[in-house]
C-alpha cells in the first residue's frame, strides 16, 4: 500500500499560480501510475490529470487543460501539479490518488480505478 500527503495549496489571485506536491511511501510508487482530482463544495469529485508510471502518458480534464501540468519524479516519490492561470472556479480540495498498476487504462478519469488517496490540500483562488 502506498501512502499519499499532499502540500502546496493556498490562496492565490486570479491568474496566479501554484504547485502542488504529493509525496508518496512505500517501495512501489515508480510503478504506479498517479492521478489528481479536486472536489469543490457541493460539488462530486472531478478528475483533472494523471501520469503513466514512467511519466511518458499523461491526460488532463478538459477544465484544466492548457492550464495545469502533471509530472513526477521516481527518484523523490513525488507527483507533482503545476497550475498556471488559475480562476476562481479551481477553488477546490485537491487529491492525489495512486492506481496499483503502472498504466492508466482506459477510464482514468474515474476514481474508482485509483487505490490509494491522499487527505487532499485546499486551494482558494480570490477574485
Known amino acids: 500500500q502506498v501512502q499519499l500527503v499532499e502540500s502546496g495549496g493556498g490562496l492565490v489571485q486570479a491568474g496566479g499560480s501554484l504547485r502542488l506536491s504529493c509525496a508518496a511511501s512505500g517501495r512501489t510508487f515508480s510503478s504506479n501510475a498517479m492521478g489528481w482530482f479536486r472536489q469543490a463544495p457541493g460539488k462530486e469529485r472531478e478528475f483533472v490529470a494523471c501520469?503513466?508510471?514512467?511519466?511518458?502518458?499523461?491526460y488532463y480534464g478538459d477544465s484544466v487543460k492548457g492550464r495545469f501540468t502533471i509530472s513526477r519524479d521516481n527518484g523523490k516519490n513525488t507527483v507533482y501539479l503545476q497550475m498556471n492561470s488559475l480562476k476562481p472556479d479551481d477553488t477546490a480540495v485537491y487529491y492525489c490518488a495512486g492506481r496499483r498498476s503502472p498504466s492508466l487504462g482506459v477510464y482514468y478519469y474515474t476514481e474508482n480505478k485509483y487505490d490509494d488517496w491522499g487527505q487532499g490540500t485546499q486551494v482558494t483562488v480570490s477574485s
Open positions: 501520469i503513466s508510471w514512467s511519466g511518458g502518458i499523461t
